[in-house]
């Protein structure tokens, strides 16, 4: 933000000496030099520009931000297909398979193709 009034200082200088340049009294030049400097401190034009910047805002009438809600979105519908499969899982007979020990692993083959 600093930058910024930086860069406009210097772009209003910029443009103040170009305007001031085409003058060849010090006299004159110094009085539209204060003249501008003036209008750009008055209250009133001050008041004007604050209320356009302010009007020129998007007024966002969210409590949370669309990404807020969107990951909450996910999250439930992640939930809840992570319960459906778990309830899927559950629900599955389950087989104890035997231990498997050397030399029998023909009978546990014949035991896995029922």
Known sequence: MGEDRIERAHQF?????????????????????????????????KAVQADVERKAKRNLKRDRSLKEENDDAKRVARNETRAMVGDE?????????????KGKSMKLRGYLKR
């Open 89 to 101: 899982v559950a629900a599955q007979d389950r087989i104890a398979l035997p231990k498997a020990r």
């Open 13 to 45: 200088r910029e443009r103040d000496r170009q305007r001031y340049s085409r003058l060849r009294s010090i006299q004159k030049m110094k009085n539209s030099q204060a003249k501008f400097q003036n209008l750009r401190m008055d209250p009133t034009i």
